[in-house]
């Protein structure tokens, strides 16, 4: 994901520094979302997210501050957090 996160630099940095009200020089988000998954048979604990209470499998995007995605990653295990995906 390194190569996927680029501070911006000159005219664009400017640009960034109001793109989101309230949120100055922010350049972009990351997130994650759960996707509910029937309980796995195999290494059941790496796929169970104990704060929601489900299996699941994780889905994470990266988005410019206008919301345009940058990088999707799909089909990381539900115990995971943003650090170990990014990591």
């Known amino acids: 994901f390194r190569d996927t996160i680029r501070w911006p630099t000159g005219k664009a940095r400017a640009v960034l520094q109001h793109a989101i009200p309230h949120f100055p020089n922010v350049i972009g988000l ?5 996707h509910r998954v029937n309980k796995p048979s195999l290494d059941q604990s ?12 994780i889905t994470l995007m990266i988005t410019d ?23």
């Open 65 to 87: 501050p206008y919301g345009i995605p940058m990088m999707v990653s799909s089909g990381w295990q539900g115990s995971q957090s943003d650090t170990q995906i990014l990591a």
């Open 46 to 57: 790496a796929y169970y997210r104990y704060d929601k209470g489900i299996h699941s499998l």
């Open 30 to 34: 990351v997130d994650n979302t759960h």
